[in-house]
């Protein structure tokens, strides 16, 4: 799927955008299928375990800033990364045993849709090795107006900054420090099908949707098998035991075979402790952290 020089670009600037990732069939029933998530969540009040309620949300102007584990909530999007282009890129990538580690589908709202602040994903979920990375597959059209995403090219292989406020975790930046480049920023536009990948350690984020059109994009974060998590990262697997922990592990191979001989490389770490005051959402670690936010 992807050339040589695609892989090399990705290796040096830490991504990559994909056009036409998807065929008109597989996006017409992934849009389909979001538009029914959100009609359901009309009834919902507060936040739950399938979606994160954006300002405003109600019965009549349902505004969500997330579906949580779309793969989860509906087998097509699990297909979807396992039996299409994207296991492709997948592949090209990370090699043939590959894993995932969550998937959310943001469907930020017209009209002032919630940021993301600027942060390494790396900051929360920090393994032994640093092949991992996330998939953004754009369901519309995206422009500088609705909310895209951004990237600093080249900072995956910068150090992790810090994503704590007064002491404890609050997963973004801050705005003022002298390690963040804000001004090498690269705005990732594109098409409805179209797909971007952002390695787990570069500089991301992206602003309120300013627009009058949604902007949803369909998000899969991936690991090579042998890349194992942290002790103490910001993630469920910690609650789960060891029996716990295998079986779900077998549940989230994506291709290949799951991997019993964790690959150790000399990759910068810094912990995501103490923990966040909320950890539920990255929408709520970061608006209850108190980072000064790089979006004014």
Not at 32 to 37: L, Y
Not at 94 to 105: E, W
Not at 156 to 178: K, N, T, W, Y
């Amino acid at each position: 799927m992807l050339t040589q020089q695609d892989k090399t670009f990705y290796a040096e600037h830490g991504y990559l955008k994909v056009e036409g990732v998807l065929t008109p069939e597989e996006l017409d029933e992934t849009r389909a299928i979001t538009e029914r998530m959100i009609e359901a969540s009309r009834s919902v009040t507060a936040s739950d375990d399938r979606f994160d309620l954006d300002k405003g949300h109600g019965p009549d102007t349902p505004r969500l800033t997330r579906i949580k584990l779309p793969h989860k909530q509906d087998a097509f999007f699990w297909r979807l990364l396992t039996q299409s282009r994207i296991t492709q890129v997948l592949t090209d990538l990370l090699g043939p045993d590959t894993i995932i580690n969550t998937s959310k589908l943001n469907t930020k709202a017209p009209g002032g849709g919630a940021a993301v602040e600027w942060h390494q994903d790396w900051a929360f979920y920090p393994a032994t090795n640093d092949d991992l990375l996330a998939f953004g597959v754009m369901l519309e059209d995206v422009d500088e107006a609705n909310g895209p995403l951004m990237v600093i090219p080249g900072s995956h292989r910068g150090p992790v900054l810090s994503h704590h406020h007064d002491g404890q975790f609050c997963g973004a930046v801050d705005a003022d420090d002298p390690l963040f480049q804000r001004d090498k920023a690269v705005t990732l536009t594109g098409k409805a099908g179209d797909m971007t990948v952002h390695h787990v350690r570069i500089l991301h984020g992206s602003a309120p949707n300013s627009s009058e059109r949604a902007r949803k994009i369909l998000f899969y974060e991936c690991a090579a098998a042998d890349a194992w998590p942290l002790l103490g990262a910001s993630s469920y697997i910690h609650g789960l035991g060891q029996r716990g922990f295998f079986e779900d592990l077998q549940d989230r191979v994506i291709t290949g075979q799951p991997c019993y001989t964790p690959r150790l490389e000399q990759v910068p770490v810094r912990m995501p402790l103490p923990p966040a005051r909320d950890n539920t959402s990255i929408f709520k670690t970061q608006e209850l952290g108190g980072a000064k936010s790089a979006f004014g």
